[in-house]
């Protein structure tokens, strides 16, 4: 699988275990504050944390 990651900023996490998103990566995903649901994932292969936007189906699956 290839990816094609970007960088776009970096960020402290915040004592209650939040990140930041940065605006760039709402708007250009096309995300709504409050609405927009992300899966996390963990790659330990690589060290990384990965945000993918979910699926519609996804999301009303969580809703339920």
């Known amino acids: 699988m290839k990816r094609d990651l970007f960088y ?6 915040q004592k209650d275990m939040r990140i930041r998103l940065p605006k760039a990566a709402a708007k250009n995903l096309g995300l709504e504050c ?19 936007v979910a699926d519609d ?8």
């Open 34 to 52: 409050g609405k927009s649901l992300l899966e996390v994932y963990v790659d330990k292969e690589n060290n990384q944390i990965v945000l993918k």
């Open 57 to 64: 189906n996804s999301q009303e699956d969580s809703n339920s």
């Open 8 to 13: 776009l900023d970096s960020y402290i996490i």
